[in-house]
């Protein structure tokens, strides 16, 4: 283990660690914080310096609540359990939009779809119907299996069209870069591993005080059951800045702290730097034939989550190890795309710099090859 050289992770998730990570960790070991009781004043102090900095970096107003889960695969597990008991509809664009689908058919909905090729967008809303009895819709913003992201204005189009039906929007691959209004998302779900740039294994489940409502008249009518991580029982604990479990006491020290960090930088240049470094890989690829963007239409690039097709010659396997000789590692195309795709994370912690590294490196090895 001890001869691992340090790589530089633009691997879509996990990802590399924001750059202020260590330092904290550090002062995290220092002072104990991993062995603090999760009752008492300290850990509350934690929870709630985590909580109210995710709220000033999304811009989380208060009609929304702010709880600790695990992971996302955790969110879509709680949001069907807690808010539905019946009919879901899932917009479905890769592999993650595609989990959430398949968890509300292992968990007994009758869950409708509509799917679109991997990597595309959705048809205007007045062409999708969703059927009145549908309790919950869910999307994902950015589908980091096919590094396709989805307008935030088509979030208030399926709001302004489904007034009265739940929508849940995953976030794991785009937050904290997206501006989103929230006064048309019910609820919104991630986890910290990837533009958040911490370790695995801490998620973050928003919800407004419509999926409460929704909540309790459905615990009220006996349709729905739930244990320590019901949505009642998460808010009940977070109103006192508490968790019904021992939670992940650090991680969610380490959230706080970045946010604080994401919060003094500025969402604003952080946001700038984002589209900055996206360009730079977008406008690349577009001068290339050997490699190209999977995403054509410009409407839909990630900004976060950049989707390499290799059109001819290389495989995904050649490009992955040249970067990796130069000390960036990327990740691979996802299922059946593991061979002709490559993606290439672009989150708050990668720099400038090696964003015209990654530009450099593949120059080189297309021109010699
Ligand atoms: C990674 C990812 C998930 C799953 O996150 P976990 O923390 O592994 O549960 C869900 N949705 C999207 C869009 C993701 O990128």
């Not at 000033?56 to 107003?61: A, E, I, K, S």
């Amino acid at each position: 283990m001890n001869q691992i050289a340090k790589k530089t992770y633009f691997t879509p998730g996990p990802s590399e660690l924001y750059f202020t990570v260590p330092d904290h960790l550090q002062h995290a070991m220092k002072t104990g914080i991993a062995s603090m009781s999760h009752r008492g004043k300290l850990f509350q102090a934690i929870f709630e310096h985590a909580t109210s900095q995710i709220r000033t970096l999304l811009n989380v107003p208060e009609t929304h609540h702010i709880v600790f889960l695990s992971s996302a695969n955790e969110a879509w597990e709680r949001i069907l359990q807690n808010l539905t008991t019946t009919q879901t509809f899932h917009f479905i664009n890769g592999s993650f939009s595609k989990k959430f689908y398949e968890f509300a058919k292992d968990l007994g909905r009758d869950a409708h779809k509509l799917k679109v090729p991997m990597g595309k967008g959705f048809p205007d809303i007045s062409e999708v119907d969703i059927p009145e009895s549908v309790e919950l819709i869910t999307i994902a913003h950015n589908e980091t299996s096919a590094g396709v992201s989805i307008p935030v204005s088509y979030f208030e189009e399926i709001k302004r069209r489904y007034p009265d039906t739940l929508l849940a929007v995953d976030a794991v691959s785009s937050v904290p870069v997206p501006q989103f209004d929230f006064s048309v998302i019910d609820t919104l779900y991630f986890s910290v591993q990837k533009g958040m740039g911490l370790p695995a294994g801490l998620g973050v489940w928003i919800f407004n005080d419509k999926c409460i409502e929704v909540h309790n008249k459905l615990r009220q009518a006996g349709a729905i059951t739930g244990t320590y991580h019901s949505l009642n029982a998460l808010l009940d604990n977070a109103t006192s800045y508490e968790t019904p479990e021992t939670p992940n006491v650090l991680g969610i020290y380490l959230l706080g702290k970045v946010c604080e960090d994401m919060n003094r930088k500025g969402i604003e240049t952080i946001r700038r730097e984002t589209s900055f470094k996206a360009n730079i890989l977008y406008n690349f690829l577009d001068e290339q034939q050997a490699i190209s963007a999977f995403i054509e239409d410009k409407r839909y690039r990630s900004q976060t989550v950049i989707v390499i097709d290799i059109n001819n010659g290389d495989t995904a396997q050649d490009l992955i190890s040249v970067l990796s000789a130069n000390g960036i590692e990327v990740g691979k195309g996802y299922g059946s795309f593991k061979d002709r795709q490559i993606r290439i994370a672009n989150f708050p912690t990668h720099s400038t710099e090696l964003c015209f590294k990654i530009v450099d490196v593949l120059s080189a090895y297309l021109a010699n090859r």
